[in-house]
């Protein structure tokens, strides 16, 4: 199973507010779109990812309308 650094990334939807919430943390998963799909609630969730070269894997998630992203960076 690889492991990964997980940032996780929630946009703030307040009008005035810029700032994001960012979490970090360490997860083995031989799948991270999957992982991300296992940890999301919410009636629509629609999920879409990208990855790099160096095996980095982002995920784009719209979960009820809030987006959040989650970059699994290889360890």
Do not use: H, W
Request: proline residues 4%.
């Amino acid at each position: 199973m690889a492991e990964y650094e997980l940032v996780r990334e929630i946009q703030n939807l307040c009008p005035n507010n810029q700032m994001r919430d960012i979490f970090f943390e360490e997860v083995e998963t031989d799948d991270p779109v999957s992982y991300v799909r296992s940890i999301l609630r919410g009636r629509a969730v629609e999920l879409s990812s990208e990855t790099r070269a160096d095996g980095a894997v982002t995920v784009y998630a719209s979960v009820d309308g809030l987006t959040q992203k989650f970059i699994f960076t290889p360890i």
